[in-house]
């Protein structure tokens, strides 16, 4: 029997749970529930090799790194990481996803998974899988249908048709999200499940629809995956293929329009972590009804969400609200309108005074480790940079700044115009204006560096790569 290719969705910029998730790190790529993050808990759900082949990922070019250095801190070897050159909803992605499966397998069975999404690991979850599965052999388009266990306005629902087998059901029709009295109906009249935008099929068969239903998006991930290219350990869908894709969802494109559409209800913990009072029910309250993650004193108050990744919050005799403060911006509003978040980034982005509180965190990552700004003056600033073992930057110059480099902790190997020097704790290296350098860390702990550049201008993009294992030379 062929095996069940998980298709693994980790492209989305999503800014619902602002500030936590910005568009340079997501909310797939952050712990929100635990150590790991979304994304490596979805790639473990799907890591046992007797039930699921390598994953495929589907990602934006700006993710690549982060992609590949989640997986590898978790252990999980992927088939294919693909690049999607520009946004177009999920039907070309998961088009392409099928195109890059059936290459290799004629008989693949994909299994389309969010990588933002909190779901159990459970015989329940592995057993709905296994169901899907044999469903999807049988030449039918499965959705996982959540059962409801309330009247919530920010899903969309599945009315359930008739029976397939004692288990799976043909998708009746798909309700857009509804209102309160909507949803209330609809969880009162009951055969309606939420629609979690998880999907068992055929890769062939889905091709097939595709060719009758969405001809054009067909045809583009055919073509970005046959022109697409090799780099590094990703491949780079073909853009203009890709770009004439219509932007559309799966949903409108395949799912809503074709007979062999099915619905498996099922009743294992799932959440889509779509704003924060969804990731306040996910976690465990205390007494009062609060949830706290990082350091907070909470007095007096009830049913209220914070979540701090560096300041101290302190809240007093509050109900219903959420406080979730980063390093550079806090949001408080009530958790019960937590769905205006993602508005409220929308306005911030389109301000170019706040338009950077919503692209990047305070601390920046990059593949080698990342940085911090400390402080920032005229002709001067100071960072924190933070190197992972083994790893190193670009080799590269400066037009506008000299640097000097401290080390806090570690080793550092620190390239000058081709002379190298090994520094250990509390020494020091200067870099002259127009230098070559590059920093290493030669060791096996984490290097930990105060930078100090002083010039005319101290941009990011004074960077001139010479030399780069990234690619990124230029």
Known sequence: MSEIIPVILAGGQGTRLWPMSRSARPKQFIPLLGALSLFQQTLLRVADRARYGAPIILTHADYRFLVAEQALEVGVALGAILLEPVSRNTAVAIAAAAETALAQDADAVLNVLPSDHAIADDADYHGAVTTAAAAARDGWLVTFGITPDRPETGYGYIALGTEVNTQVRKVGRFVEKPDLDGAQAMLGQGGYVWNSGMFMFSAAVFLAECERLAVDTKRAAHTAVHKAKRDLDFVRLDEEAFATAPNISVDYAIFERTDKAAVLSVSFGWSDLGAWNAVWQALTPDAAGNVSVGPSLLSNTTNCLVVTDNAHVVVEGLDDVAVIATEDAIFVGRLSQAQRVGALAKSLKEDAKTQGLTDVHKTAYRPWGGYASVLLGERFQVKRLFVKPGKKLSLQKHH?????????????????????????????????????????????????????????????????????EFGRAG
């Open 400 to 468: 506008h700044r000299s640097e000097h480099w401290v080390v806090v902790s570690g080793t550092a190997e620190v390239t000058v115009d081709g002379k190298i020097t090994v520094l250990s704790e509390n020494q020091s290296i200067y870099l002259p204006l127009g230098c070559t350098h590059r920093l290493a860390n030669p060791g096996k702990i984490l290097l930990e560096v105060v930078e100090v550049q002083t010039g005319s201008y101290l941009g990011e993009d004074d960077i001139i790569r010479i030399e780069d």
